[in-house]
């Protein structure tokens, strides 16, 4: 007997409360996501990004944080809560679509991995891809029926394309599923109605569709005579950027593959079981992870875990039938349910030890609330100029973006990083944050001028340690007139700016 599709909803919202209720009091849980968060909350108060904050992401990965910060609160625990909203939607529907190939089972069984492997990949914040997922996925499902059906294909690629634009204005990434979907489309469209003219026009119709959000990005730049700074942060700086070490880049790989493998090979297991002529929606659902783990292999970047995210929908659906046809598919569906519940327990756990949680990032912002100017944080927390409630001191306000190697180029970033770092210390700010140990990549140049300031100009007020042999540093000026200087540069730069 099939449950009610609300009450699987509503299991799914209960379940995935549960798996990521421990995050939601640590308001530094990932530094992604603390750094969107900030930028969500100074759009409401005329920032605009790339001109006033650079950073890479696309604008719509920004407006959600804005529309987060709109529910009130600190902002903290609701981008979590919005974030557990997006991720029990994309779990029903991972239900959703694994029921047709499986029982109610396995699908239930799919929708709940899941929810506890995104623990694994750093997605139980809010993290971009926590995001994008489920209009991915929407996109999938009207790819699907639209192969399936050959009715409406025009109508669904349409929608489905359009999702992918959405997606892609939340992370660029998306691109290479969003192609497979649209060459899924065309196949359908060519077996349905085999014109060639029609087939070139449904083509470029899918692909404005695809296009629309982002040609809307840069419209609104444009008019407000943005569009430079735009097009430098979203498509231009990353080419600029220093590659990372390979062997970084392999140890990086290895945790991903590591990561995937359990789901994998359940997926695996659920191939050797399929005959794909009876049941061509498999051969989509394979061939969609397939291009999943290309597009993650052509992207090239493995330093951190969030970028398996997008494998997880389609390997998720992928493993129902496995649960669906093995004899012992309860034991062996508990057992995973229960390992996975545990070692993402454990996951968090050790996250939030190493970087620290609620409590240490309360101290620091204790320690490094402003008085009369701005903080600087060189390396640490993102979190802390809302924490402080502190001005910015600069536009390259996420703490990567000065202070490591790989972003240690003017074509990176629009600006010498050195000299960028050079006047933000020449204003005096009144508090600088620092990690110790140095980072491991971190610009040597960027650091030397800090660490001479330090020595020079401030005096260490407190030291937090998160991990074993981790420490959150917090210096303040020497002197009565800590912060005037600043205060005074960051009028000076804005009036530049409005100029």
């Not at 101290?363 to 060189?378: E, K, M, R, S, T």
């Amino acid at each position: 007997m099939r449950a009610p599709s609300w009450l699987i909803l509503f299991g799914l919202l209960a379940f995935a409360l549960l798996v990521r209720a421990q995050t939601f009091n640590n308001p530094v849980l990932g530094f992604d996501e603390q750094f969107y968060l900030l930028v969500g909350d100074r759009m409401l108060h005329g920032a605009v990004p790339y001109v006033d904050i650079f950073d890479r992401k696309p604008i719509g990965l920004f407006l959600i944080y804005a529309a987060i910060r709109e529910l009130g609160g600190d902002g903290f625990v609701q981008y979590k809560l919005v974030a557990c909203g997006f991720v029990t939607l994309t779990a029903f529907l991972i239900y959703r679509a694994a029921r047709p190939i499986s029982n109610t089972l396995a699908a239930s069984v799919a929708a709940c991995l899941y929810i506890l492997w995104l623990n694994f990949t750093g997605g139980e914040g809010g993290q971009a891809q926590v995001f994008y997922n489920l209009p991915m996925l929407v996109a999938a499902m009207l790819t699907w029926r639209a192969q399936r059906t050959r009715k409406r294909i025009v109508a669904l690629g349409c929608a489905a394309m359009l999702l992918v634009g959405i997606a892609i204005q939340i992370k660029y990434t998306v691109i290479f599923e969003g192609l497979f979907f649209g060459i899924a489309l065309l196949w359908a469209h060519h077996q349905s109605r085999p014109s060639l003219a029609a087939l070139i026009a449904s083509a470029f119709l899918w692909i404005g569709c695809a296009l629309l959000p982002t040609a809307l990005a840069m419209l609104v730049y444009w008019q407000i005579g943005a569009l430079q700074p735009f097009l430098f942060a979203n498509f231009i700086s990353t080419f600029g950027r220093v590659p990372d070490s390979f062997s970084a880049q392999m140890i990086g790989l290895v945790k991903l593959c590591g990561i995937l493998l359990p789901l994998l090979l359940l997926c695996a297991l659920s191939l050797r079981r399929y005959n794909f002529e009876e049941k061509p929606k498999s051969k989509f659902l394979f061939l969609w992870l397939g291009v999943a783990i290309l597009g993650v292999l052509l992207f090239g970047s493995f330093l951190a875990p969030q970028y398996a995210m997008p494998v997880l929908v389609p390997a998720c659906i992928a493993v129902a039938p496995f649960f669906a046809s093995y004899r012992h598919a309860r034991l062996i569906a508990g057992v995973t349910l229960a390992a996975a519940l545990i070692a993402g327990h454990i996951a968090l756990e050790r996250s939030e030890f190493g970087k620290g949680g609620r409590a240490q990032a309360l101290l620091v912002a204790q320690a490094a609330q402003p008085h009369h100017g701005c903080i600087y944080v060189y390396d640490g927390y993102p979190a802390l100029y809302m924490l402080t409630h502190s001005c910015l001191p600069t536009r390259w306000v996420f703490p990567g973006h000065l202070n490591t190697s790989d972003e240690a180029s003017a074509k990176a970033l629009g600006v010498d990083p050195v000299a960028e770092v050079r006047r933000v210390l020449a204003m005096r700010p009144e508090v600088i944050v620092d990690d110790a140990p140095a980072y491991e990549f971190g610009n040597p140049e960027t650091r030397a001028l800090v660490e001479t300031a330090l020595a020079r100009d401030y005096h260490l007020e407190t030291k937090v340690q998160t991990g074993t042999a981790r420490y959150r540093l917090v210096y303040r000026l020497n002197g009565p007139l800590a912060g005037c200087h600043l205060r005074s540069g960051a009028r000076e730069q804005a009036a530049s700016r409005v100029s």
